[in-house]
């Protein structure tokens, strides 16, 4: 998935310009935001445990961990431009013969929000249940 971003500039040679002026001398930046899913590894373990220590206020014990390396499409990782900022973890909960889906954790770090990362893993999960079939709901 690839997004283009657009943000404002709002930097200002002279402070004292009128504000109408000020307006126009913004400039428009246009950067390039190559967002994709990655599989969790234990190559790459490492830096969702960095992640989550970041985003969550709860530390994940070893066997938290060590369920998700074989959880397979259930804990995705989430790069933006090559660089690791968020992840999704679920698990298959089945009781009184219902199969829900558990979003254990989803999250992205501050500073690459509104960029799309977390629809992108919300709709992974949605795909997930969808081709699954036997999925009756998904819950937090």
Partial sequence: M??????????SQNENKSSENHEHKKRRLVKHVVNELGDLTQHNLKQLKVLNRDVFPVAYNEKFYKDLLEAGELAKLAYCNDVVVGAVCCRIDVTENRRRLYIMTLGV????RQLGLG????????KLCERDGSIDSIYL
């Fill in 2 to 11: 690839t997004n283009t971003v657009l943000g404002v500039n709002n930097s």
């Fill in 109 to 112: 770090l501050a500073k690459y």
């Fill in 119 to 126: 629809t992108m893993m919300l709709q992974h999960v949605f």
